[in-house]
C-alpha cells in the first residue's frame, strides 16, 4: 500500500476539500498562537494557485457536538487570509443549505472556510449522513492534519473513502516520512528521550522504544514511577502506583533487548511548584520533596549518548518547565538535541513548545505537530486518517 501525495492529484477546476489542523487557542475572540494557521497556508496557496477551489475545514476545541460561539473558527478566518493573500469567505456551518450553496458558489482560486466540525456530533462519531453531506461539497479530498489522523473521525477518516481522488498534503506527508524513518529504518545508534507526566498516556510508545531503541532515557514524571518501581523513595514527587509492575515489565523488556534504559542520577526538588530549588542524588529525595525537574548529571548524560547517537527522538519535558525554576532540564535537552549528528525528531506537544523556547527548531530535522498521532504511529498503531488515504 502506498500513500498518495497531493501533487499527484488533479485539481483544476475542481473543489477540493482540505482538512486543516487549525486546532489553534483563542481568547476574546482573538488568535493568540497561529503557528498552525501559517503552517497550513502554503498548503492552501498551493491548491489555489493549481486552479483549485478550496473548501477548507478544521475542528477547534473540545466542542460537544452543538455550536459554541467561542471555539467559532470565524477569528481564524482572518488569521487564514493574510498568511495566504486571498479572501477568505467564511460559512457559519460545515454542512446544510449554507455550506452547500457557499461551496457551489465557489470559483476556482477561491478560498471557502467551514465552521468548526465538532458543532456536528456527526464529526467525532464518524457519522455516515455527515460524511456523505461533507463530501457532497467537493471533487476532491486532502487531509493535511496529521495530528488528527488518530482519530476516526468524519472528516479525517470516514469522508475519505467516499473520494476517488483523495491525498496526503504535504504537511502530513512530511510527518509520514520523518516518523516512519525513526519507526522502520533508523540508523544507529537511535537515542529515545521520553518524559511527561504519566506513562499510561505512552505505554504502547515506551513498549515499541523498549524494543527499537539503543538507548531509552526517562525523565519527568513518568521517570518517578520508574524510579520507585526500582526501590527509589521519591517524597511527594508524582507517581502511578498502578503501574509499578508495568514499569517493572518495561525495564524488564529492554534489559534483554540490550537498550540502556537511562533514569535520572540527581533531580531538582522542592517542597511545592512554587518553592526554592534544590538538587539532590536520586537517592537523597527527601519524604516532603518533590521532583521537578532533572538535575545537571543527569543532562550530562543524556547530551553525552544524544552526541553519539544517528537517530534521536524526544517527546515530553523534563520537569515542570512552565516555571522557569523547573526549566533547565528540558531546554538542556532541546540544545543537546539540536547540537548532535542525528537525525532528530521532536514529537508533539510540549516538546514543541519547549523547542520553540530554545530557538532551536531550525537546527532539528523534524518537529511534529502530531503528539498523540506521532506517539501512536511510533507504536505501530494503524492510524484511521493515514489508513484512509492509502492505496
Same mark, same amino acid.
Not at 537525525?343 to 530535522?365: H, I, P, Y
Given at each position: 500500500?502506498?500513500?498518495?501525495?497531493?501533487?499527484?492529484?488533479?485539481?483544476?477546476?475542481?473543489?477540493?476539500?482540505?482538512?486543516?489542523?487549525?486546532?489553534?487557542?483563542?481568547?476574546?475572540?482573538?488568535?493568540?498562537?497561529?503557528?498552525?494557521?501559517?503552517?497550513?497556508?502554503?498548503?492552501?496557496?498551493?491548491?489555489?494557485?493549481?486552479?483549485?477551489?478550496?473548501?477548507?475545514?478544521?475542528?477547534?476545541?473540545?466542542?460537544?457536538?452543538?455550536?459554541?460561539?467561542?471555539?467559532?473558527?470565524?477569528?481564524?478566518?482572518?488569521?487564514?487570509?493574510?498568511?495566504?493573500?486571498?479572501?477568505?469567505?467564511?460559512?457559519?456551518?460545515?454542512?446544510?443549505?449554507?455550506?452547500?450553496?457557499?461551496?457551489?458558489?465557489?470559483?476556482?482560486?477561491?478560498?471557502?472556510?467551514?465552521?468548526?466540525?465538532?458543532?456536528?456530533?456527526?464529526?467525532?462519531?464518524?457519522?455516515?449522513?455527515?460524511?456523505?453531506?461533507?463530501?457532497?461539497?467537493?471533487?476532491?479530498?486532502?487531509?493535511?492534519?496529521?495530528?488528527?489522523?488518530?482519530?476516526?473521525?468524519?472528516?479525517?477518516?470516514?469522508?475519505?473513502?467516499?473520494?476517488?481522488?483523495?491525498?496526503?498534503?504535504?504537511?502530513?506527508?512530511?510527518?509520514?516520512?520523518?516518523?516512519?524513518?525513526?519507526?522502520?529504518?533508523?540508523?544507529?545508534?537511535? +537515542?529515545? $528521550? @521520553?518524559?511527561? %507526566?504519566?506513562?499510561? #498516556?505512552?505505554?504502547? /510508545?515506551?513498549?515499541?522504544?523498549?524494543?527499537? &531503541? !539503543?538507548?531509552?532515557?526517562?525523565?519527568?514524571?513518568?521517570?518517578?514511577?520508574?524510579?520507585?518501581a526500582n526501590g527509589v523513595t521519591v517524597g511527594k514527587s508524582l507517581v502511578e502506583n498502578d503501574l509499578l509492575e508495568v514499569a517493572r515489565s518495561v525495564a524488564a523488556d529492554a534489559s534483554s533487548r540490550?537498550?540502556?534504559?537511562?533514569?535520572? +542520577?540527581? $533531580? @531538582?526538588?522542592? %517542597?511545592?511548584?512554587? #518553592?526554592?530549588?534544590? /538538587?539532590?542524588?536520586?537517592?537523597?529525595?527527601? &519524604? !516532603?520533596?518533590?521532583?521537578?525537574?532533572?538535575?545537571?548529571?543527569?543532562?550530562?548524560?543524556?547530551?553525552?549518548?544524544?552526541?553519539?547517537?544517528?537517530?534521536?527522538?524526544?517527546?515530553?519535558?523534563?520537569?515542570?518547565?512552565?516555571?522557569?525554576?523547573?526549566?533547565?532540564?528540558?531546554?538542556?535537552?532541546?540544545?543537546?538535541?539540536?547540537?548532535?549528528?542525528?537525525?532528530?525528531?521532536?514529537?508533539? #506537544?510540549?516538546?514543541?513548545?519547549?523547542?520553540?523556547?530554545?530557538?532551536?527548531? !531550525?537546527?532539528?530535522?523534524?518537529?511534529?505537530?502530531?503528539?498523540?498521532?506521532?506517539?501512536?504511529?511510533?507504536?505501530?498503531?494503524?492510524?484511521?486518517?493515514?489508513?484512509?488515504?492509502?492505496?
Open positions: 500500500m502506498a500513500l498518495r501525495l497531493m501533487d499527484e492529484l488533479q485539481v483544476s477546476g475542481r473543489r477540493v476539500l482540505l482538512r486543516l489542523d487549525l486546532n489553534v487557542p483563542l481568547k476574546d475572540g482573538k488568535v493568540l498562537d497561529d503557528t498552525r494557521v501559517r503552517e497550513a497556508a502554503p498548503t492552501v496557496r498551493a491548491l489555489l494557485d493549481r486552479g483549485a477551489a478550496v473548501i477548507a475545514c478544521s475542528h477547534l476545541g473540545r466542542a460537544k457536538g452543538k455550536p459554541d460561539p467561542a471555539l467559532s473558527l470565524a477569528p481564524v478566518a482572518g488569521v487564514l487570509e493574510r498568511y495566504v493573500g486571498t479572501p477568505v469567505r467564511f460559512v457559519p456551518d460545515s454542512v446544510g443549505e449554507l455550506a452547500r450553496r457557499a461551496a457551489a458558489e465557489l470559483r476556482p482560486g477561491e478560498l471557502l472556510l467551514l465552521e468548526n466540525l465538532r458543532f456536528h456530533s456527526g464529526e467525532e462519531g464518524n457519522d455516515p449522513e455527515f460524511c456523505a453531506q461533507l463530501a457532497a461539497l467537493a471533487d476532491v479530498y486532502v487531509n493535511d492534519a496529521f495530528g488528527t489522523a488518530h482519530r476516526a473521525h468524519a472528516s479525517t477518516a470516514g469522508v475519505a473513502a467516499l473520494f476517488p481522488a483523495r491525498a496526503a498534503g504535504p504537511l502530513m506527508a512530511r510527518e509520514i516520512a520523518a516518523l516512519t524513518k525513526v519507526r522502520d529504518t533508523a540508523e544507529r545508534p537511535f +537515542v529515545a $528521550v @521520553v518524559g511527561g %507526566a504519566k506513562i499510561s #498516556g505512552k505505554l504502547e /510508545t515506551l513498549k515499541a522504544l523498549a524494543h527499537k &531503541a !539503543d538507548t531509552l532515557a526517562l525523565v519527568g514524571g513518568m521517570a518517578n514511577t520508574f524510579l520507585l540490550g537498550v540502556a534504559l537511562l533514569l535520572p +542520577v540527581d $533531580v @531538582v526538588v522542592a %517542597a511545592n511548584p512554587d #518553592g526554592p530549588p534544590c /538538587t539532590v542524588a536520586t537517592s537523597d529525595v527527601g &519524604a !516532603d520533596q518533590m521532583i521537578l525537574d532533572i538535575g545537571p548529571l543527569t543532562q550530562e548524560h543524556i547530551a553525552t549518548v544524544l552526541a553519539q547517537a544517528r537517530t534521536a527522538f524526544w517527546n515530553g519535558p523534563a520537569g515542570m518547565f512552565e516555571k522557569p525554576a523547573f526549566a533547565k532540564g528540558t531546554f538542556a535537552i532541546a540544545r543537546a538535541l539540536a547540537a548532535s549528528r542525528a537525525f532528530t525528531v521532536v514529537g508533539g #506537544g510540549e516538546s514543541v513548545a519547549a523547542v520553540q523556547q530554545a530557538g532551536v527548531v !531550525d537546527r532539528l530535522s523534524h518537529v511534529s505537530t502530531g503528539g498523540g498521532a506521532s506517539l501512536e504511529f511510533l507504536a505501530g498503531v494503524d492510524l484511521p486518517g493515514v489508513a484512509a488515504l492509502m492505496e
